[in-house]
């Protein structure tokens, strides 16, 4: 029975995705219907246990969420339960064999090993919700061989295949002379209505593949709304642009050309006109492409280049198997950045770029920023209109992160030290102290990389 005294002192401390009553009795067993699928065991472990009551859009406020006090705090729960992560289309893949993110798969793994979920406030008043020694087993046991399956890099050592992220492949297949011919055209300027812009104005090679402003600036010196986010390893994410709006490299290369900020051209079609004028290109189109210089042709080879832009670094030897190749701080630091759940969103062989999340889970960034919401705050939801959306950015890369400053989807945190400590603010919602930054700092600057042989400076 909980008694009002009971809810008195539960109201007392905040708790994350606290609730009130819902008991599941009988829940701890409801998984064994499915033994064989590992899959729908989790699936089934997820929904027995409540987690849906927080982790889902879709779940309707209980009714005690309109008592005083603790109401306000159930609300608040489920508000930050699903900026965090909404499993509602985990569940889904999980019940019908399909492909869970490794993001999703990430952090319900480390609920699990963190014993953070479900909390102990929420198990106290939701009888049974808490796993059994059992259930854990399963779902990690499913967390490993669901990463073995689909997101081990081919190149990582025995002790590390479990690991959130994974060193970087050798390489992706490509055109040799698909590559080339992207290259030049990713440098041409004739990409803008005026010749003043090429891809590499804001994504510099040599300048860790931004151009380390807060906002580019395009055709007569129009700024965009966004920081430029880094040329290097964006073959590795899942989407493209922070609010994900295009899916690939080539549909990528497609917009800045057409934006009027960026390149400013009204159609393909002109810069298919002006490129035609250069006898040599055409030419060398040609030979690559029977249908000559499209919008099809261009942004496919400047995607094909892009995909050369893999930067190995000290921390990929190390992932591979070089025990020396960090020092004992760096390691350490590595330690930090599993503990503090950064690798929760930084996951993979790209540290990033793998799932939209919610900027300001545990503050609000916005509020603390105080300069007023701009369209480029709006992240995913300029794509998708869902309310639920709004705020949510691609994650960015952590590799070569020491030299693409500045840094957010807002180009407004400059150093790397203000970075961390705005993520532990405003993501995981602790602080952090000077000897844990030097060894945050320490480990990201183990992921610059290389590039053709050269140290990203």
């Known amino acids: 029975m909980v008694t009002c005294n009971s809810f008195c002192k539960l109201a007392e401390v905040p708790v994350l995705f606290l609730s009130l009553t819902f008991m599941l009795s009988n829940c701890s067993s409801e998984y064994k ?15 027995d246990n409540g987690c849906l009551m927080c982790h889902s859009t879709q779940a309707a406020a209980p009714f005690y969420a309109s008592f005083p006090v603790v109401g306000d705090q159930v609300k608040k729960d489920m508000k930050e339960g699903t900026h965090y992560v909404d499993l509602t289309a985990m569940v889904k893949l999980l019940e019908n064999g399909g492909k869970v993110s490794e993001t999703d798969l990430t952090k319900v793994e480390y609920a699990v090993l963190g014993e953070s979920m479900p909390p102990t406030k929420f198990s106290a008043v939701h009888w049974g919700s808490s796993l059994s020694s059992a259930e854990k087993k399963i779902v990690l046991d499913w967390a490993k061989a669901t990463r073995a399956a689909n997101y081990l890099s081919p190149a990582v050592a025995e002790q590390f295949k479990n690991e959130p992220v994974q060193p970087l492949m050798a390489s992706i297949p490509t055109d040799s002379n698909k590559v080339k011919l992207g290259f030049k055209l990713y440098h ?95 030419e060398e189109f040609e030979a ?16 094909e280049f892009e995909k050369t832009l893999l930067t190995p670094s000290r921390f990929d030897e190390y992932l591979r198997g070089n ?81 693409t400053y500045p840094y957010m989807h807002d180009g407004t945190v400059t150093s790397l030290k203000d970075a961390i400590r705005y993520m532990h603010t405003f993501q995981v919602g602790k602080g952090i102290n000077d000897q844990d930054m030097q060894k945050l700092v320490a480990f990201l600057n183990t992921l610059t990389g290389t590039y053709q042989g050269q140290l990203l400076k």
Not at 34 to 47: L, S, W
Not at 218 to 235: C, D, F, H, R, S
Not at 294 to 302: E, H, K, N, V
């Open 33 to 47: 219907k499915f033994e064989g699928n590992q899959a729908k065991q989790v699936a089934a472990i997820i929904k």
């Open 188 to 282: 041409d300027t004739r990409l803008s209505a005026d010749n003043t812009v090429s891809c590499a104005t804001c994504h510099g090679l040599n300048t860790g593949g931004v151009d380390r402003k807060q906002f580019s600036e395009g055709i007569k010196g129009q700024l965009g709304g966004v920081n430029a986010p880094t040329v290097y390893n964006a073959a590795l994410n899942f989407v493209q642009f922070w609010d994900g709006r295009a899916a690939d490299l080539k549909e990528q290369a497609a917009g800045p050309p057409l934006n009027p900020v960026e390149m400013g051209h009204k159609s393909f079609d002109d810069i298919s006109a002006g490129l035609l004028s250069d006898s040599a290109l055409k």
């Open 288 to 303: 690559i492409y029977p249908e000559g210089i499209t919008q099809s042709t261009i942004t496919d080879a400047i995607a």
């Open 323 to 403: 025990a020396d190749a960090l020092s004992k701080e760096e390691i350490e630091g590595y330690e930090l950045f599993k503990e503090n759940n950064c690798a929760t969103c930084h996951v993979g062989m790209n540290l990033g770029g793998q799932s939209f999340e919610y900027m300001g889970v545990k503050e609000s960034y916005f509020d603390f920023r105080g300069t007023g919401l701009t369209d480029g705050d709006n992240g995913r939801f300029s794509v998708t209109k869902d309310e639920n959306d709004r705020h949510k950015f691609k994650t960015p890369t952590l590799r070569n992160v020491a030299v």
